[in-house]
């Protein structure tokens, strides 16, 4: 059997030719086929009234767009550039599943307007590392079984990797602490300390 | 979320001309400026905030900490809660701040919020953020629903029969007990307000907040020269460990020699209509010998006047064990 793509989105986009196709179709941006494998120009885009033109540097890569103001970082990351990684769980800054990495700090997208954001170097979980080769705190998270339904998980991932430049107390108490913006409606929050614990400790071993 | 236009200022004189034109001050006001966005981005998903421009100041060159001369520090507009908290000087000298800060919020947010955002901060009340509910905050004239509604998280003190919101801020209390001044920039020159007289109490206008007035710019905040030996703790209580607003919580600034109290600052959360600073309890402490029976008379002293919601009694012997514990934490650290 050839390799099988796990992408949940794949799978999804692939079986539009079945009985399923009329709902799902429904729940994607109606340019997410033609923008993940070659990105739309903003030619063939609709025009947005009062859009405001912005360059924003994701994951190293400069994008140019035309966006509506009131869009958020994490709407922008997810609709428009269509880097589905970041999850949109609350909206309102209470569930930590949108956090990202701005100019190497965590903070929640859904907090921040992508307008905000010119001349920043923005970070996702596709910035991380890929399913070759995996960043050591998704590694640690696959190790550990850091997830169940895995929709809290980049930003649990995006918060930990952060976490290991802020001061922290080596032991759990002090993880949980600072990973309190995460929620994990799973309950994985033993092995997410676990995971954060085995690369903390691994990299202070190197050190 | 309304349409607005996004402006960013190129300078402070620039921002405060173009905000200068708002209706009212700026909360709530038709133009706001944007800090960190994690309270005004929130509320404007939810409809309560409807700013028809948005004044980005995050480039302005409002970041900096600083000692002063004085020995004091300066804190800029739009430093973030988090290096404000792990700045060496406030973690070795201003301590009740630094701990302040890390138990307000997620790691995130403290990362966003800024320093004049958080003196901004808005209330958690559940009528003031659905606009289906009537608020008088939000809609001055149609009425409080939490007077007889859910107000268990609401204030004991400072409130009027028009709002009982309470000031979810940490920070501030902190500010209120190190006897912070703000530092503010207006079309009509610069001013400089003492730390208790910046917000003021809801009254017959619940949806003024501070004495901000159109196109004031918070610049800086600044706080005296520390005091030798003194000792400081902050105790937050709340209904889970982490992440979550204060129930009651309690900023300590002591001074002791020879075994009594010199000086005593405290000031409390969650409870207040506004950031509650308590000199009833400070003069039941100063000159006092350090022990359980005057931790236990400031606390009496300091819960004298509350008066509480329909949910909340139980805020006042919280509050009082909370400034207890906290009074026993910092007088031996």
Redesign the interface.
């Known amino acids: 059997m050839a390799e099988v793509d796990r992408s949940r989105r794949t799978f999804l986009k692939t079986s539009g030719t079945t009985a399923a196709a009329g709902v799902i179709s429904a729940y994607l941006p109606a340019h997410a086929t033609a923008a993940e494998s070659t990105p739309e120009s903003e030619a063939t885009r609709p025009a947005i009234e009062g859009a405001v033109p912005i360059t924003l540097r994701i994951n190293g890569k400069d994008h140019k767009l035309n966006i509506d103001p009131r869009t958020t970082l994490l709407d922008c990351i997810r609709e428009t550039v269509v880097l589905t990684g970041t999850k949109k769980g609350c909206d309102h800054g209470q569930c930590g599943a949108c956090t990202v990495h701005v100019n190497g700090k965590r903070v929640l997208s859904c907090l921040n307007l992508a307008l905000m954001h010119d001349g920043n170097e923005i970070t996702t979980i596709e910035g991380l590392g890929t399913p070759e080769a995996m960043h050591p705190m998704q590694k640690a998270f696959v190790d550990c079984d850091g997830y169940q339904c895995g929709y809290c998980t980049s930003g649990q991932i995006m918060s930990a990797v952060a976490l290991l430049k802020e001061p922290c107390g080596p032991d759990d108490a002090a993880v949980k602490e600072l990973m309190s913006g995460n929620i994990c409606r799973c309950g994985a929050y033993a092995n997410i300390v676990q995971a954060i614990q085995q690369v903390r400790n691994s990299t202070s071993d190197r050190a | ?1 309304h ?4 402006i960013r200022p190129p300078d402070s004189a620039a921002a405060i001309a173009a905000a200068a034109k708002s209706k009212t001050a700026q909360q709530g006001a038709d133009i706001r400026f ?1 800090g ?3 309270t005004l ?2 509320l ?2 939810l409809n309560v905030e409807t700013p028809d421009r ?1 004044l ?1 100041i ?1 480039r302005l060159p409002l970041d900096k900490i600083e000692v002063m001369p004085d020995g004091g520090l300066k804190i800029g507009a739009t430093a973030r809660n ?1 290096d404000l908290a ?1 700045h060496a000087k406030v973690q070795s000298d201003y301590s009740v701040l630094s701990q302040a800060i890390l138990q307000g ?5 403290r ?2 919020a800024t320093v004049a955002g958080n003196l901004l901060q808005r209330t958690r009340c559940v009528y003031f953020r659905d606009t289906a509910m009537a608020c008088n905050k939000r809609e001055p004239g149609t009425g409080c629903p939490a007077i007889t509604g859910h107000n268990r998280t609401l204030a004991i003190f400072g409130a009027s029969e028009h709002c009982i919101a309470t000031n979810p801020s940490d920070m501030c209390i902190a500010l209120a007990a190190l006897e912070a001044t703000v530092h503010i920039q207006g079309p009509k020159g610069t001013r400089a307000v003492a730390f208790g007289d910046f917000h003021v109490l809801p009254g017959n206008t619940p949806q003024r907040e501070t004495v901000l007035e159109p196109g004031d710019l918070i610049t800086h905040v600044t706080l005296p020269p520390p005091i030798a030996g003194s000792k400081q703790h902050y105790l937050k209580l709340r209904d889970r ?3 979550e607003f204060a129930l009651a919580s309690a900023a300590i600034v002591l001074t002791i020699a020879g075994g009594k109290i010199t000086r005593a600052r405290v000031a409390l959360g969650g409870v207040g209509t506004k950031p509650w600073r308590s000199p009833e309890a400070e003069a039941a402490l100063t000159g006092k010998s350090v022990n359980e029976a005057t931790f236990r008379q400031a606390a009496e002293a300091a819960l004298q006047g509350a008066k509480p919601q329909s949910e909340n009694r139980f805020k006042i012997e919280l509050a009082k064990r909370c400034i207890t514990h906290a009074l026993r934490t910092a007088a031996a650290a």
């Open positions: 979320m349409t607005f236009e996004f944007m960190g966005g994690t981005i929130d404007m998903k948005v980005d995050n988090s792990y919020a997620s790691a995130q947010i990362n966003m460990a982490s992440y």
